[in-house]
């Protein structure tokens, strides 16, 4: 993935971006309930990976989860910690992702491993699995179709995933599949998936 290609497209549209997705009243009922349910009530600190404005991270906080957003937007750093002054978040990014092993209880990626070209995404999920401790969960959202493919997203290109060939990614990476929720498109919104994991030992 071209980091800074993604960093500078989001930048562009950073403003536009918060104001379509940058509240939880803008995530579907379903989702919040789902990443409630899989990231709340354990101990240990959990990494909103690529947080965009926060809202999630803040969503996560307010359930008592001890959640820090990170995001390679300075815009959207910038406008979490004004929102959300009481929270934690930092600019940094999957390359860089400066956690040590097994330190996370759970990890958070909504959307943020979309514009990963197919051939990057086993390494991405192999580095996200040493971050997070054995028994610790992860919770990925992401674009779903019955195949693998490219298309012309919004803001730079991304990946759509059949969610069977996702969780087989995962499980190759050392996660095991607990929950799926998946929703059609309805004319507005794309086709949608999300899959619970769980680190196993080893």
């Known amino acids: 993935m071209n980091v800074e290609r993604v960093r500078q497209a989001y930048s562009s549209v950073a403003e536009l971006y918060i104001g379509l ?7 579907h009922p379903d989702d919040l309930a789902f990443i409630g349910r899989h990231l709340a009530g354990r101990p240990g600190a959990v990494l909103d990976l690529g947080c965009g404005p926060g809202h999630l991270t803040d969503h996560l906080r307010s359930l008592g989860v001890d959640a820090t957003g990170l995001d390679m937007v300075p815009e959207f ?14 600019l940094g990014t999957i390359d ?6 097994g ?11 979309i514009h990963l070209p197919p051939a ?6 192999a580095r996200l699995r040493r971050a997070v401790a054995p028994g610790g969960t992860l919770v990925v959202g992401f674009f779903e179709a019955a195949e693998v493919g490219a298309f012309d997203h919004k803001v730079v290109t991304a990946y759509r995933w059949p969610v069977d060939e996702f969780s087989a990614r995962l499980a190759r990476a050392g996660f095991t599949e607990v929950e799926r929720l998946q929703r059609l498109g309805d004319g507005t919104h794309r086709p ?11």
């Open 77 to 90: 750093i910038d406008h979490a910690r004004a929102t959300h002054p009481g929270g934690r978040y930092r």
């Open 103 to 113: 330190s996370l209880s759970g990890l958070l990626a909504w959307y943020s491993l």
């Open 21 to 27: 997705f940058g509240s939880r009243e803008q995530v």
């Open 96 to 101: 860089t992702l400066d956690v040590a092993d």
């Open 120 to 125: 990057d995404l086993d390494g991405v999920l």
């Open 192 to 202: 949608h998936a999300v899959i619970a994991a769980t680190a196993t030992s080893g």
